[in-house]
């Protein structure tokens, strides 16, 4: 699987597109939202504060809603620290996504969100300059010491690719039988590819983003995670086993084969503080200003029943893994597919109320 | 009508998409290429060659295989004159169109576009960054001093706006009855309307670029104009006339009302040399370099039979304006209207080679 040419979320604006079903990546922004405040406000208020031109950067923006709910709470930020001073510094903010995510989306509601922006904030809108960077941020997107704000919601827990070895066979037996992620029962080298290829790619992340972001410039980085060292538990990767209980169903019934679920491997991975820390360390070139893990409830904590909470979290995840499961399987399965993992959710959900654990990064960029 | 909102070529790969139907607009890159080559070449050689980051921007780059001609001619023009120094130049590019442009299409093949320029340019090519900055050239879209070259292309002879005060109706008569441009039955009210919107756009598209272009730093632009101080001749203005006339024939038939094709006005203009001089000296900012007329014929010169080439010019323009005639009049008489326009065109090319006249023009920034 081509993951930087296939992976996006669910386009447009329809009943199973990501903007209609992407409440508790709201959610998670809604959380980060001090974070990112205070990053703001203590970028523009150090000495190394941008004169003239301030470059920010959105990466992995996704559209719909939530693409807006970032650039607004960072213009909010800048505004509330930078209300009076420096009124003719210019801001170039940069959306950052796979180069099959849904821009054109995005874009069309531009107009409306400057119109927006006029209104609230008036002439010193004018210095607002927003473009769109496709490509995958494992690598370089941006000129040298070209950025000063960088920020990622729910996107640096999508690997660049699925851990190499995965498909193979041991002794005729896939490795990661019956599973799509790590999982209970799956063999130690599962989880240390897994792990590995977490540690390329974040590795890969923070030196492309250290030679882009000037010394002093800030990032906040927000992603799922674990609280466990083990990368086994289920509140780091229960949505994926409920995931290939739905695919083994149809396998049963003869609707799939059980080899071409063996040979899917999500190209995701759940981190430990200590995961990023460790790599943080290594690469170098940031010094870690806040660490936190926080708990979101699986349907983002909507006072809504059981069924209703589980099919809002089957949507969630179908808006967000179709592209890929829909590559492998092929598009035919999906509504059976998705109707069956909803059902599995509504009944887990019955039981117990798994939550996710979202960990939010806020680092700067060393001198 | 929003024109900025509505304006787009037709989207996606299909029969009746730009991307199928823009022979004529690459016609026209091809005829403006040893222009574009020179200004490059002049840019580079210049005393104000850019050290560090060059900022390349096509303005109204379209989606389709002409998005990605524009920036290989321009990469390759830079590649040739700056083959041995300055290896660490990075180069920011940048396309942009209105917000309904299909951004999606262009970036979809840029995984493809990328691979092969690192394969006929090598390593060099890592330090080329490609963003899309979606919006009206009519106003700001980049920083200042951000601009190294610009270019634009088949885009100018688009206006902001319909020209006000067209739809008005004088003693109960529309102004230009029957008509969907300026043709020779329209009063001088209408040539007045559509010469004086012209003026103010290309005078804002000019102070809006003259902000965001260093000294020194150059444009070439390219757009529909006329040779003839008289903006209602045939090679300005006819294929206009044969689609009204097309419309007419759907009123005849009570298809559609006539009152609706009164009130359509197309946001268009073909210039003469001598408006653009006119503006450019007003306005201040640049010096021309070069102004060169050419003469193209409406099928793109292809040596097809006259019902093949008449077809294709029909598809061409349908390509272009669609999205404002179908806002219009309607999705329902799309498929009609183009069809009884195809065998006005065929017809019309059996009797006359009419050709369009493309205006290109050097300007360099004045320090």
Same mark, same amino acid.
């Given at each position: 699987m081509e993951v930087l040419q296939i992976l996006h979320m669910?386009?447009? %604006?329809?009943?199973?597109?990501y903007a209609q079903n992407s409440k508790v990546q709201g959610k998670i922004l809604s959380i980060a939202k001090p974070i990112i405040d205070e990053a703001v406000q203590k970028l523009l208020c150090? %000495? +190394? $504060?941008?004169?003239?031109s301030m470059g920010i950067a959105d990466l992995g923006?996704?559209?719909?809603p939530n693409a807006f709910l970032v650039i607004s709470e960072i213009i909010d930020a800048i505004y509330a620290t930078?209300?009076?001073?420096? =009124?003719s510094t210019e801001f170039r903010v940069f959306l950052n996504d796979l180069? *099959? %995510?849904? !821009?054109n989306t995005i874009f069309m509601s531009l107009p409306a969100f400057y119109n927006q922006l006029k209104k609230e /904030?008036? &002439?010193? !809108?004018?210095s607002f300059f927003i473009s769109a960077v496709p490509g995958s941020?494992?690598?370089?997107? !941006?000129? $040298?010491? =070209?950025?000063h704000f960088v920020h990622s919601s729910? *996107?640096?827990?999508?690997?660049?690719?699925?851990? #190499?070895?995965?498909d193979c066979q041991a002794g005729g037996r896939a490795? %990661?039988?019956?599973? +799509?992620y790590i999982s209970k029962t799956s063999p130690q080298c599962v989880l240390d590819a897994y792990s590995l290829q977490f540690h390329k790619d974040f590795s890969l992340f923070l030196k492309s983003r250290a030679e882009e972001i000037v010394g002093g410039g800030r990032m906040v980085l927000s992603l799922m995670g674990r609280?466990? =060292?083990? #990368? *086994?538990t289920q509140e780091s990767c229960y949505q994926w086993e409920l995931l290939a209980h739905a695919l083994m169903s149809m396998v049963l019934e003869g609707l799939i084969e059980e080899e071409t679920v063996d040979s899917f491997n999500a190209p995701y991975y759940a981190p430990s503080e200590e995961e990023l820390k460790l790599e943080l360390e290594n690469e170098g070139s940031f010094t870690v200003d806040r660490l936190e893990a926080f708990e979101i409830d699986w &349907?983002?904590? $909507?006072? +809504?029943?059981v069924v209703a909470s589980g099919q809002r979290v089957a949507k969630t995840i179908r808006a967000v893994v179709e592209s890929m499961i829909e590559s492998h399987?092929? /598009?035919?399965i999906m509504d059976d597919l998705f109707r069956r993992y909803a059902e599995l959710v509504v009944d887990h959900l019955s039981k117990s109320r798994t939550k996710y654990i979202n960990l939010v990064l806020s680092v700067i960029r060393k001198d």
């Open positions: 669910n386009q447009g %604006n329809g009943e199973t597109s150090s %000495n +190394i $504060a941008p004169i003239g923006c996704s559209s719909g930078h209300s009076s001073s420096s =009124s180069f *099959s %995510n849904d !821009f /904030k008036g &002439d010193r !809108f004018e941020f494992y690598g370089r997107l !941006f000129p $040298a010491k =070209s950025l729910s *996107s640096l827990h999508w690997l660049s690719q699925v851990p #190499p070895g995965l490795l %990661n039988k019956g599973k +799509i609280s466990s =060292s083990d #990368p *086994s &349907d983002g904590g $909507a006072e +809504i029943s399987f092929g /598009k035919d």
